[in-house]
């Protein structure tokens, strides 16, 4: 099956500051989605990514497709932004998500 | 709020208890999940139903028994469980299909004692 990887797997901010956190696929998706899970538990649709680029406030994500990668941009990271983000693809030859191992962000005030 | 509503939030079972996770959509899907999140692992897909039948298991222990009464109900069973079982369950829905988008409930912090 399709291997997913995110990187870094911890990202320790300060309030304020900007952070890029990656996710590399092996093989053709059809469906990128990043999650945020807050510390209740409950995962948050952040972006429905599987090409392209697309903003919402402070955050903003670009898949680039043929080379098997998606970006998220956090800029002036406030405490709230703190949890694990997700990334999860649906392989082209498939029809299930299958989530990357998150990366932790705390952000500090 | 996405649309999609689990209950209860937390529960404490005992190994021979039975108890049942609830979870609810709103958002006209016809598919709906169960995954398992446990400490430090990647989310695991559990169950899939499609269009009220159940199209996936993923060599889940029969300790675990899903029921889908129609398209925006959708149970998880429980009986007997371990301790090993004690985890984060996650429901989700979306449409059918290659290129969905799924949305997931607020999950249920299960305790096994």
């Known amino acids: 099956g399709i291997q997913v990887e995110q990187s870094p797997p911890d990202l320790i901010l300060q309030e304020g500051a900007n952070s890029t956190l990656r996710c590399n696929f092996s093989?053709?998706?059809?469906?990128l989605q990043w999650f945020h899970q807050n510390p209740w538990g409950q995962l948050i649709n952040l972006f429905y990514?599987?090409?392209g680029t697309k903003q919402n406030g402070r955050l903003s994500a670009t898949t680039v497709a043929t080379e098997r990668y998606s970006l998220l941009y956090i800029s002036s990271s406030q405490t709230t932004d703190s949890g694990v983000y997700f990334c999860?693809?649906?392989?082209?030859?498939?029809?299930?998500?299958?989530f990357g191992e998150g990366t932790q962000l705390t952000v500090n005030p | 709020e996405t649309g999609v509503t689990q209950t209860p939030r937390h529960l404490v079972m005992g190994m021979t208890n039975k108890k049942s996770l609830k979870c609810e959509q709103h958002?006209?899907?016809?598919?709906m999940y169960w995954y398992k999140q446990s400490a430090k692992k990647p989310l695991e897909l559990m169950f899939v139903?499609?269009?009220?039948?159940?199209?996936e298991n993923n060599s889940v222990p029969s300790r675990f028994s899903p029921e889908c009464p129609n398209s925006s109900h959708l149970f998880l069973h429980l009986h007997t469980l371990q301790p090993e079982d004690s985890a984060l369950y996650l429901c989700?829905?979306?449409?059918?299909?290659?290129?969905?988008?799924?949305?997931f409930g607020q999950g249920t912090r299960l305790t096994v004692v």
């Open positions: 999860a693809v649906v392989e082209t030859s498939g029809s299930r998500l299958t």
């Open positions: 958002l006209g899907h016809n598919a």
């Open positions: 989700a829905s979306s449409q059918e299909g290659r290129a969905y988008e799924a949305f």
């Open positions: 139903y499609s269009l009220e039948e159940r199209v």
């Open positions: 990514i599987p090409s």
């Open positions: 093989d053709s998706v059809n469906n």
